[in-house]
């Protein structure tokens, strides 16, 4: 899709200034654009050229389609469908999951200090209110707090790391709280942009198909991206050989510095094992890389026999020189058993980094002056949970086990059930909250989508949604090896959600596959 | 200062691992720096040169040194003083100002919805917590919001800045929400971030002094920083001559396209008459400029007969072509009468933007997903106060009354304390929420700082928080005409505290014009 086609497909549906025209291409409804006045100072010829040239596929053009679908049914549009299932976008209360009582009980608290003499409320709540309102200048959580976060829970962050990692210390001093994982992830990518162009750029390395967070930042700050394929045909694993063989041939072009690895995976949702980990990390030593962990989905495991090894612990339990290497590690509060996305909460953990860096990087936030202190909250009770005997336990961890459970088996669920249609290979869903199905498009399909300048992933997942409701991104917005074809989507629709979902999905396939055979 | 003793003051107020060694230079305890591992793959030798470049003083060496020596105080340590005065940033609450009511009941119970059925809450809390809920994903804050805001709450802000600019429209599909106004302000300077070496950078026109995050942020994004003064001896107006002085000069080196006014002044507190944002606007016409206005302060104002005109307001009653300019003005809830800095709520208004750069500018926010959900419904609360007749509304008027009347009563005395003391000089505070003295630095005074490799008023400043606790910014940090000094301090502490420190502050001032004179 070309930089024009893009604009002008969100344009139409987010400006309502002029007349709507329908486009044949793409068939979005477009509005005739605005003349730019001849006078504009900041027009497309002379904006930031990696802004226009970056890409967030999670909520593009399809998502964009999917709210205009929306507004027309609540307008009383008439479809074969009465509603859109966002499936594009990890966002867990949006599909219905419940908040975790504990931590909005305690974000309550601190945001009307009144409620601490509430009867209503379990002493542990208040306590916890407490401890976090006299870590707030003049306690309240509407004063600023140091730009690395509240002292008391980057704390309480260090500890549950400590736990987590079967004692391997983690420091207070280690820990910045940042307004979910992309603030973080952002801010140690920008510290890697090199001012001059007379030297290579430095290389990032991404896993294929990735998070598009990684992309976009990586263009914006005019870094190399530079691609290394997981094996679809392993259940997605993290093959070595890949690896060296990306590392290497992007030499050519880059400086390589920069390792990205996400586990659980995004959008594949694979679960590396202890030896992965290892061999990873040998690599990354080997070739003198920077190691970014991106560890959101740490709690969220469905496997059997699958658990989570953090980058830190089989670091660490490697010894010298491995456990020297300079990693940081992302946790937010968007995704686990929590899923509050919109909190915006969320952590990095720097280890071995050069004291002169962090001080910049320290320096560097403190122009944002803080993230929001209420995320920094809800983190506080992501990593610090009313432990056994307190008055919130048992309610917690019904709540949460009843999450996962129910997560775990809508990700066997999905992935079955996309795996039994004729024309979709699905690997099974190890961990995180998403499939990644193939999908095996006929030819005709495919020059189809040709000859209206479209992907064929994203003619096909436009087609899906037009014909049943069903936003999902497709597998270009996350890359792929080329001539395949993929969607993500998550996976949680609640249980009635997740069998209409399936069920549309069905007949919408059927019939496009005997439309293009 | 070198960037090297910045970066070991920082370090050693900040990490905790080295043996501490006391720094003749800066009297700052400072720490061995760990050797930087031969192995590192990030130094500061291949680190984002921009970040190095950049400066933050409203949270530089002086406060972390304020912090270190709070931590000594707490530890028992003896000192003239009891506590250290953090006059260094405008953080309301930190310096003791309640929150209002209405927000943070509004706030408790989007939280927790249990609470819209508590009878201690008044029904237009509920019925708002109930609207904003509605605007959300499954009903939660927890959801992810459209990346440009929630609409609800575009929709109101278009309707206060309806209101506050009487009747002019406004839009909500030219509302940003953003997490504070520093965000929205960063995201805008990053659209004209150029990455042709081969052409000229594009220049950014900043007022001296000013506040920190733009020059910040015109370092870190390798734009052109293009100072205007602004005149001290006519209350820290906004002259015209000087605009054009600077821009002319401006064009030897860059494309100067952006033009950022702060009204009222931050650190000056200075309010623009409407003749001289008419003045402006027709500068910025004439010079085809982009114009970014910081109007956070646009409650604070203090000064009889002064009152706030948006340049939005005066720019569209001037008609064509004045009305077409390109203008992006933000607000926050960190200041007013609210000072919810810890929230981090604020919006944008985008006006006459190109609609291709704003399709860009959304999609490159959508990487980012959303701000803070909470922060947002704090927007909404400010944007949307209780009315008339309605339940919270006597209250409401009460708390904001009286703490308006409170910072007027402050600005007051703190400009006539300063400007009573030999050797001192300061404007009259007009609005905003800071004072910035001019200190006439005997020469003697300037020799010392200059053996100690310090700018005077460092110096000084560093001087008045070791022997007296009080923590203001170096003027250095805003900028000011050479040969001139001056420092920040807010005008937030509460009356007794603010008693206490202007007796604090006369008392070292005298002893210090008497060691240098």
């Given amino acids: 899709m070309t930089t024009g086609s893009f604009v002008r497909k969100v344009f139409s549906a987010t400006h309502p200034f002029a007349s709507p025209v329908l486009c044949q291409r793409c068939h979005i409804h477009q509005q005739v654009l605005a003349m730019a006045s001849a006078n504009r100072v900041l027009t497309l010829d002379n904006l930031n050229s990696n802004v226009v040239k970056m890409e967030y596929a999670v909520r593009g053009p399809l998502v964009i389609r999917a709210l205009a679908i929306e507004k027309e049914l609540s307008e009383g549009a008439k479809k074969s469908f009465s509603s859109v299932i966002r499936a594009n976008i990890g966002d867990a209360h949006a599909m219905g999951q419940k908040p975790i009582s504990f931590i909005r009980q305690v974000l309550a608290c601190v945001s009307d200090p009144s409620l601490i003499n509430d009867a209503n409320y379990p002493s542990d709540v208040k306590q916890r209110a407490k401890l976090l309102l006299s870590g707030c200048g003049g306690h309240s959580v509407g ?85 290394y394929y997981l094996d679809e045909s392993n259940n997605w694993s993290l093959n070595i050989s890949e690896l060296e063989r990306a590392y290497k041939e992007s030499l050519k072009e880059y400086d390589t510095r920069v390792l990205c690895v996400i586990n659980p995976g995004n959008p594949t949702g694979q679960v590396l094992t202890k030896e992965n980990v290892e061999q990873i990390i040998k690599f990354a030593y080997k070739n003198k890389l920077f190691l970014l962990a991106d560890e959101v989905y740490q709690d969220n495991i469905y496997g059997e026999g699958l658990k989570f090894y953090s980058f830190k612990s089989v670091m660490k339990s490697m010894g010298k020189p491995f456990s020297e290497l300079e990693l940081c590690s992302f946790h937010s509060c968007s995704k686990g058993y929590m899923g509050e996305c919109g909190l915006r909460g969320g952590y990095a953990e720097l280890i071995n980094i050069d004291p002169d860096v962090f001080v910049h990087l320290e320096k560097m936030t403190s122009a944002k002056l803080c993230s929001t202190v209420l995320g920094q909250c809800a983190m506080d009770c992501v990593v610090k949970p009313p432990a056994l005997g307190e008055p919130s336990y048992d309610r917690w961890l019904k709540e949460k086990t009843t999450t996962l459970n129910s997560l775990k088996s809508r990700a066997d669920a999905v992935c079955k059930a996309y795996d039994s249609i004729d024309g979709i290979t699905c690997n099974s869903v190890q961990g995180a909250m998403y499939a990644f199905p193939r999908i095996h498009i006929p030819q005709k399909a495919v020059d189809k989508a040709k000859s209206m300048n479209q992907e064929a992933d994203f003619f096909y997942a436009m087609q899906l949604l037009e014909s049943s409701g069903i936003c999902v991104v497709p597998g270009s917005g996350f890359g792929q090896k080329p001539g395949t074809y993929h969607f993500r989507t998550t996976i949680l629709p609640q249980e009635d959600m997740m069998s209409d979902m399936l069920e549309r999905f069905r007949k919408f396939h059927n019939k496009f596959m005997l439309e293009y055979s």
Same sequence: chains 1, 2.
């Fill in 143 to 227: 004063s600023y707090s140091h730009s690395n976060g509240i002292e008391i829970i980057r704390k309480h962050v260090a500890e549950y790391i400590t736990r987590r990692d079967g004692g391997i210390p983690s420091y207070p001093q280690q820990i910045l709280l940042s307004g979910g994982a992309s603030e973080a992830i952002r801010n140690v990518l920008k510290l890697f942009i090199d001012h001059d162009n007379t030297k290579r750029k430095t290389g990032v390395m991404i896993p294929i198909p990735q998070y598009p967070l990684y992309s976009a930042t990586v263009v914006e700050f005019a870094l190399g991206l530079v691609g």
